[in-house]
Every structure is written in structure tokens, then in C-alpha cells.
């Protein structure tokens, strides 16, 4: 996968994510499923980028974390909150991240295997906040605005793909995420256009960011690392629907 191709992968993915967001009831337990396929690209992905010396045991542990965030994100019980049992789960993505190294029969590079491991289970740990989003979002009646998010983030993520010069594309996709939210946030959500704008903003430049962030490393264009690349912006992407969800009137 080159690099103008991997963006478009960011952008399939989050129109996923907004299409599964506007499914009404079914929509939690569906939001959980492309959470868990999204996790599952990043752990095969992630020990690539990184250039991890024990990948196995890496996207066993990524997996692992992602695919079971998701799923509690979507229960509830009576000991522990959705957020909660993500949190924790988290916690014990770290453990497991410490017993791997442990385990490994090759000793090199641990400090490196070991952050690197760390790192990629709390991006497969937050992914499940579109998950929390979407559960809230339901019971509240603003499904359209984790909608709106998604939408927005997929405008900007395919408008970084065009083989513009770094400042025109940046400029395009920010005009392009802001708009894509803003003009679904005021209708789908009934947002004010100044919140839904300032909203529109914010995704727009963490995704841009985020993507800038991990499409660095050395390998990022090679056909495996480049997953990492266009899943990764999606994945902590999360944390702003959630909080707009939480915190927006």
C-alpha cells in the first residue's frame, strides 16, 4: 500500500464508523464490531511501524486489549461502568505488556519492545471511546453527532491523500473536516454552528496530526506498517466523540 493509498483506508474506516453510528438500537453491538476490526488492523500493523523485535507476542497483546475494550464498552454490569472496565482493562494490557518481554527468548531491544507494546495497547485501549460515545450518544438521542464526528474525519483523512504540496493539503483538509462536521453536527445534532465549527476544527487538526505522527516512521510506506497509518488516526479519534458527546449541549 503506497501512501496516497492510505489515507483513503482512514477515510473507509471512519465512514464505517459513521454509517454504523446511525443504526439505531443495534448500533452499540455494531459500533463494537468495526471498534474490534479496527483494533485488529492496528495490532498486526503496529509491531511493523514500530519495528518491534517481538511482533507475535505485540499484536497478540494489542488484539487482545482492543478486541475486549470494545466488547466491555458495549456492556454494562452492576460492579463496574463501561468506562471503568476499559480503564482497567488497559491497566492490564500494561501487565501484559511487562509478562511478554519476560517471556521472550531473544533479550534484545526489551526497553524498545517493551514502550512500543505499552504505547500501541492504550491506542487499542481508546479506541473503544467510540464505542462509549456511540452508547451514550443512543441513550441521549445525539447518534448524529458521533455521526457527524465520524463524517468529518473521514473528509479529512481522504482530502490528505491528494498529492498536493504539505501547506494547500493541510489547508484542504482542514477546510474539509471542519465543514463535513459542522454542516452534519448543525443538522444531524441540532449544534450551535460556532460549537459545531470549533468541533469540526478540532478533529480536523488531530486527525491531521495524528496521521503526521505515526506516516513518520522510516517503514510507514511498506505495505504492512501503512495499515498502522490509516488506522491509527481513526482509533484515537475516538476520544473526541466522546467527549463532544459528553460535554456539547
Do not use: K, Y
Request: aromatic share 2%; glycine share 10%.
Amino acid at each position: 500500500m503506497t501512501a496516497p493509498e492510505r489515507a483513503p483506508l482512514g477515510a473507509a474506516l471512519a465512514l464505517l464508523l459513521a454509517l454504523v453510528s446511525l443504526t439505531g438500537p443495534a448500533s452499540p453491538v455494531l459500533m463494537a464490531g468495526a471498534v474490534a476490526l479496527l483494533t485488529v488492523l492496528v495490532a498486526c500493523a503496529w509491531p511493523d511501524l514500530l519495528e518491534l523485535p517481538s511482533p507475535g507476542g505485540t499484536r497478540l497483546v494489542l488484539a487482545g486489549v482492543g478486541v475486549a475494550g470494545a466488547a466491555l464498552a458495549a456492556s454494562s454490569t452492576d460492579r463496574f461502568s463501561p468506562i471503568s472496565g476499559v480503564v482497567m482493562l488497559c491497566a492490564v494490557g500494561v501487565f501484559a505488556s511487562f509478562a511478554q518481554q519476560m517471556l521472550r527468548a531473544d533479550r534484545r531491544e526489551l526497553t524498545a519492545s517493551l514502550t512500543g507494546t505499552v504505547a500501541g495497547v492504550f491506542v487499542a485501549g481508546i479506541s473503544a471511546t467510540w464505542v462509549l460515545a456511540q452508547v451514550e450518544a443512543l441513550s441521549n438521542g445525539r447518534s448524529g453527532l458521533v455521526a457527524a464526528v465520524a463524517a468529518g474525519l473521514a473528509a479529512t483523512l481522504l482530502l490528505n491523500a491528494t498529492p498536493l504540496p504539505p501547506r494547500p493539503r493541510f489547508i484542504a483538509s482542514l477546510l474539509a473536516g471542519t465543514g463535513v462536521t459542522a454542516l452534519l453536527a448543525t443538522s444531524l445534532a441540532g449544534l450551535g454552528l460556532p460549537l459545531a465549527a470549533g468541533l469540526g476544527v478540532l478533529i480536523a487538526i488531530g486527525a491531521g496530526c495524528s496521521q503526521l505522527l505515526v506516516g513518520s516512521s522510516l517503514v510507514a510506506r511498506e505495505p504492512l506498517p501503512s495499515l498502522a497509518v490509516g488506522a491509527v488516526p481513526v482509533a484515537t479519534a475516538g476520544v473526541i466523540a466522546h467527549l463532544a458527546v459528553l460535554l456539547l449541549p
